[in-house]
Structures are given as C-alpha cells and as structure tokens.
T-cell receptor, first 113, second 112 residues
Framework: DGGITQSPKYLFRKEGQNVTLSCEQN?????MYWYRQDPGQGLRLIYY???????QKGDIAEGYSVSREKKESFPLTVTSAQKNPTAFYLC????????????FGSGTQLSVL | GENVEQHPSTLSVQEGDSAVIKCTYS??????FPWYKQELGKRPQLIID?????GEKKDQRIAVTLNKTAKHFSLHITETQPEDSAVYFC???????????FGTGTRLTVIP
C-alpha cells in the first residue's frame, strides 16, 4: 500500500465530538483531495488542495475542515456541525493541479456512536 | 455543474461473458472520462480513461467508448474473470477543473 496512507481505518465519533482523519502521501504530489463515499452514491468532493497552505471547498464542505501545512499531509476534521458523518472517507492525490489520474488511499470508515 | 448517471447499479455475468456498463453526462464541455475499479475493502484504482478527441480506447480485455454527441460513454469488459468482480465508477470532468464528477457505481459480479 505505498503512496497514500490513511489512518485510522475505522473511527467512531461521539455526538458533539470533532474527529480528525489523517492522510499522508510520499508521492511528492502537489494536489490532494478528500472524498466522501456513501452506499449507492458516487464519490463526492469535500475539500481539495492544489498547493501547500491553500485549499478550496468542494461540493459538500459544510461540517468539515482541512489544513495543508505540509505537502505530504492533508488532514480532514469532521466537526460536530456535520450531522450525518457516517461514511467512508477517501483521500486522493495527483501530481499536478488537475483532477486526472487520482491515486487513492485505502479509506477511513467513520461511524457515529 | 456536471451530472453523471451510471447504469446498471448491479450486474451479474457468467465467467467468460462480456460486461457493459454505461454512463451519461450532462455538461458538453467535459472532455476527460476515467473509469475506476474498487475491489471489496480496497481503494479505487484507475483502470482506463478516455479523452473527448477519441471515440474508443482499448487495454487488453477492457475498452471504453465515447459518444460525444449523445454524451454517453461505456466500459466494456470481455472474457470476464472472477477477479473482475468489483464496483466500477465512471467519472467526467473538464481537464484543468478542480472536481471529478463520479457516477453512482456498478457492482459487477462474475459468476465462476
């Protein structure tokens, strides 16, 4: 599983709690992305970052926050404002500033207790 | 924005038969169409992609066709094998855009 590492694999959130999902890549890719995957739905973009210290909202950013302090790392925080956080979260990266040829991590399954 | 529809949602075929998955898109400006395969419990992986300047692309047992006029594209898998069993996602976008719009996925089961 080289390239992009997501942790933890499983995560449980209590009501009112913020949780952070980790995503690290050693591919020297500039762009990184967070997607949410729900059963029966396609992948939906939460946030993306094309360069360090810069990130943009995707289609479903409400209730989430990110940071990009290092090229290798793009953590996602699921805040208490996200009322339906149970989903499979996928991090991805690619070399340039386009969305082609995404490399995905192995995902984090977030569940609410 | 772009809207991608994918059919069927589930598909079962006998080993050795062909499988076809179809997608339509709404934005005529889209010019890049990748297909991702996600095996159970694993990450999605790019298996083939096509650009709008070609109508068909093949890679061994898989092929993708694109009809720009009708705004639809299809994935064809020939001589299916059990290891082809997975969820397949189509996607569409404009090169240089920041988002990749995914279909809802097709769960392919190849029956030995």
């Amino acid at each position: 599983d080289g390239g992009i590492t997501q942790s933890p694999k499983y995560l449980f959130r209590k009501e009112g709690q913020n949780v952070t999902l980790s995503c690290e890549q050693n591919l020297n890719h500039d762009a990184m992305y967070w997607y949410r995957q729900d059963p029966g739905q396609g992948l939906r973009l939460i946030y993306y970052s094309q360069i360090v210290n810069d990130f943009q909202k995707g289609d479903i950013a409400e209730g989430y926050s990110v940071s990009r302090e290092k090229k290798e790392s793009f953590p996602l925080t699921v805040t208490s404002a996200q009322k339906n956080p149970t989903a499979f979260y996928l991090c991805a990266s690619n070399p340039g500033n386009t969305n082609e040829k995404l490399f995905f991590g192995s995902g984090t399954q977030l569940s609410v207790l | 924005g772009e809207n991608v529809e994918q059919h069927p949602s589930t598909l079962s075929v006998q080993e050795g038969d062909s499988a076809v998955i179809k997608c339509t898109y709404s934005d005529s400006a889209s010019n890049y169409f990748p297909w991702y395969k996600q095996e159970l419990g694993k990450r999605p992986q790019l298996i083939i992609d096509i650009r709008s300047n070609v109508g068909e692309k093949k890679d061994q047992r898989i092929a993708v066709t694109l009809n720009k006029t009708a705004k639809h594209f299809s994935l064809h898998i020939t001589e299916t094998q059990p290891e082809d069993s997975a969820v397949y996602f189509c996607a569409a976008t404009l090169t240089g855009a920041n988002n990749l719009f995914f279909g809802t996925g097709t769960r392919l089961t190849v029956i030995p």
